[in-house]
């Protein structure tokens, strides 16, 4: 089963990430759009399928208590490349404390299928030194016990952490030399703030990769700025991800995000504006023709 590379954005819905009141209506509206636009790829949280707070709850329970797929519940199209991530981003943003098990999250992926799945990690971001090396060696071994049992066509994805390039570099080679693993998955935040030092490290993962003959390559979670892409993927990432998608608007002109509550007039020229009449003039554009526009523009860019 082949995995669809040829947009390397990946669009994600989180929860956690939309802070309307509305959160499955926005969710569903994403869903909309990936459909009618044939987006390739969608990323998709074990956490919202499984937890009280999810978006996806109520397709989580009929999951597991009919055996369907997410992508069946959730009306995917057959050939589009669904991600599972683990749910280790909503329990951060969440704030709660009891971390899941590696092992349930990937029981859990099997019932929810889905083509990559994101192994579970404990986050690293903002801790002392010490609590960086424990969250990195509970992340090797989760990776080592998911690996062991792992069966299947899906691809496992394995997020490296570090707090330096060297160490970024040093976690990522070792989960690589898991043969189970093909995709390294890297936190765009803790990637170097300087561009040169940012080449260089993506450059330095993406040549590892190559060099392991791994079929699929390097993924940046959570990309904020749009301003990099074209970077990143000159440099070799294969994937990165967002959840911007679903709650801000991509600015035409300036390819960043900006507020969704307002347009920027009559000008875009993506695929979507100019077949609907350039729905975004309004002051307030709708949540869906935000959320359409995103898309087909990042779909016409990349
Ligand atoms: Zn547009």
């Not at 000159?234 to 347009?263: C, I, M, Q, Y």
Request: aromatic letters at 8%; proline letters at 4%.
């Amino acid at each position: 089963m082949g995995l669809d590379l040829s947009i390397p954005f990946v669009p994600a819905i989180s929860g956690a990430s939309i802070r309307s009141k509305s959160c499955r209506d926005v969710a569903y509206m994403g869903l909309e759009a990936v459909r009618e636009l044939r987006y390739p790829t969608l990323m998709i949280s074990v956490f919202d399928f499984v937890n009280p707070k999810g978006v996806f709850l109520k397709e989580g329970i009929e999951c597991i208590n009919n055996g369907i797929s997410a992508a069946e519940c959730l009306a995917l199209p057959r050939d589009l490349t669904l991600y599972l991530d683990s749910g280790g981003y909503e329990l951060t943003k969440f704030g709660i404390k009891t971390w899941y098990d590696a092992l349930d999250v990937y029981a859990i992926q099997q019932v929810l299928r889905g083509e990559v799945w994101t192994i579970l990690d404990y986050p690293a971001r903002g801790k002392r030194r010490s609590e960086i090396a424990r969250a990195i060696a509970s992340n090797i071994r989760f990776a080592e016990q998911v690996c062991a049992l792992h069966y299947g066509p899906a691809r496992l994805m394995a997020v490296a952490h570090g707090s330096n390039s060297e160490e970024l570099y040093s976690v990522s080679s070792k989960l690589l030399s898991l043969s189970e693993i093909s995709i390294i998955a890297v936190s765009d935040k803790e990637l170097p703030l300087a561009q040169t030092a940012k080449k260089s490290l993506i450059q330095r993962l993406a040549g590892a990769l190559a060099d392991q003959r791994k079929d699929v390559g390097l993924h940046i979670l959570g990309i904020g700025s749009p301003v990099n892409w074209t970077d990143y993927v000159h440099w070799g990432v294969t994937t990165f991800d967002s959840t911007n998608w679903l709650v801000k608007l991509l600015n035409p002109t300036t390819l960043n995000w900006t507020a969704s509550s307002k347009g920027w007039g009559p000008n875009c020229e993506c695929t979507f504006c100019r077949e609907f009449s350039r729905p975004l003039r309004a002051a307030r554009p709708h949540t869906l023709d935000s959320i359409r526009h995103n898309l087909a523009l990042i779909k016409d860019v990349l």
